[in-house]
């Protein structure tokens, strides 16, 4: 790596980001071959088009202004990873240009900090499903980061924050999965959040996420169960409770339509009146 001119060198902040390990907070800038650059995993974003275009035509006017940040790959080529800068490098590559500017950073480049950094440039750009602001919001709470400060920079009201992370709370692997997949909405999950035992969520989430239920609708049947008080009677009746939800979300399908308490007062109309053994579950059924 050739150091460039002072007027190049770039201010971070006070943190090095290079491999020196020094903390002086300047960092030098070299020149990396366009085709040697290729994508770090997980960090590629959907770009607007329109805004693409303009970057190109910026770029082609005035050159790259900002450096991207690449990493070595580590995998014996030459080629280096890009942490930062994917919209600047797709212009260079679709203007033809041979180089761009690049911090390149020591290979063992943290992979939390690689992330909080594409976040930090990038997150009020990204077009992404809310449940990946949501968890990314949770991250960034758990990075330490003040609540105010995650409103800001994802264009939401510290409300919204704090709601987010009271939804999140003792949320388990199982949850966050099914979130992603898209096998459970976020605003279903936040019903389940609301009613439901952090320790009973999972077979609550396994429950709703087969269903053709409407938020509202979950939410009636939770208060309508009088689910609080059925939680009381402990883990002995866990099995129970999920049949009973179970029961209540597969059967308001069925019913006709009609408004929320319209469609709750006919669920209660063939609320069951016993349990029965189905294989390792438990069925109800009414008499």
């Given at each position: 790596?050739?150091?460039?001119?002072?007027?190049?060198?770039?201010?971070?902040g006070?943190?090095?980001v290079?491999?020196?390990?020094?903390?002086?907070?300047?960092?030098?800038?070299?020149?990396?071959?366009?085709?040697?650059?290729?994508?770090?995993?997980?960090?590629?974003?959907?770009?607007?088009?329109?805004?693409?275009?303009?970057?190109?035509?910026?770029?082609?006017?005035?050159?790259?202004?900002?450096?991207?940040?690449?990493?070595?790959?580590?995998?014996?080529?030459?080629?280096?990873?890009?942490?930062?800068?994917?919209?600047?490098?797709?212009?260079?590559?679709?203007?033809?240009?041979?180089?761009?500017?690049?911090?390149?950073?020591?290979?063992?480049?943290?992979?939390?900090?690689?992330?909080?950094?594409?976040?930090?440039?990038?997150?009020?750009?990204?077009?992404?499903?809310?449940?990946?602001?949501?968890?990314?919001?949770?991250?960034?709470?758990?990075?330490?980061?003040?609540?105010?400060?995650?409103?800001?920079?994802?264009?939401?009201?510290?409300?919204?924050?704090?709601?987010?992370?009271?939804?999140?709370?003792?949320?388990?692997?199982?949850?966050?999965?099914?979130?992603?997949?898209?096998?459970?909405s976020?605003?279903?999950?936040?019903?389940?959040?609301?009613?439901?035992?952090?320790?009973?969520?999972?077979?609550?989430?396994?429950?709703?996420?087969?269903?053709?239920?409407?938020?509202?609708?979950?939410?009636?049947?939770?208060?309508g169960?009088?689910?609080?008080?059925?939680?009381?009677?402990?883990?002995?009746?866990?099995?129970?409770?999920m049949?009973?939800?179970?029961?209540?979300c597969?059967?308001?399908?069925?019913?006709?339509?009609?408004?929320?308490?319209?469609?709750?007062?006919?669920?209660?109309?063939?609320?069951?009146?016993?349990?029965?053994?189905?294989g390792?579950?438990?069925?109800?059924?009414s008499?």
């Amino acid at each position: 790596m050739v150091p460039v001119e002072s007027s190049e060198r770039v201010d971070q902040g006070g943190t090095s980001v290079g491999g020196s390990g020094t903390s002086s907070g300047v960092t030098t800038v070299t020149h990396v071959q366009v085709d040697r650059i290729r994508p770090e995993d997980g960090l590629g974003r959907k770009r607007d088009r329109e805004g693409h275009l303009e970057l190109q035509r910026s770029i082609r006017q005035f050159g790259v202004l900002t450096p991207i940040t690449v990493r070595p790959a580590g995998d014996g080529t030459d080629d280096y990873l890009l942490i930062k800068g994917q919209g600047r490098t797709l212009a260079c590559r679709i203007l033809g240009m041979q180089e761009i500017p690049a911090i390149v950073v020591d290979e063992a480049y943290g992979q939390d900090e690689k992330v909080r950094q594409f976040l930090v440039e990038n997150v009020a750009r990204l077009r992404m499903r809310p449940v990946d602001r949501a968890l990314l919001i949770r991250r960034a709470r758990e990075d330490g980061e003040e609540t105010t400060e995650i409103a800001r920079r994802f264009g939401v009201t510290a409300t919204t924050v704090r709601r987010l992370l009271a939804q999140f709370e003792g949320a388990s692997t199982t949850e966050v999965a099914a979130l992603r997949s898209g096998e459970i909405s976020l605003s279903l999950h936040a019903v389940i959040a609301r009613h439901v035992d952090p320790g009973e969520r999972d077979d609550a989430v396994r429950v709703v996420s087969g269903a053709d239920i409407r938020t509202k609708e979950l939410d009636a049947i939770f208060v309508g169960l009088g689910w609080s008080e059925l939680t009381t009677l402990g883990l002995t009746q866990r099995a129970q409770r999920m049949a009973l939800l179970s029961w209540a979300c597969y059967s308001i399908a069925n019913l006709p339509g009609g408004t929320v308490r319209d469609r709750i007062r006919g669920l209660a109309t063939h609320f069951p009146l016993e349990f029965e053994p189905d294989g390792a579950t438990l069925a109800l059924v009414s008499r």
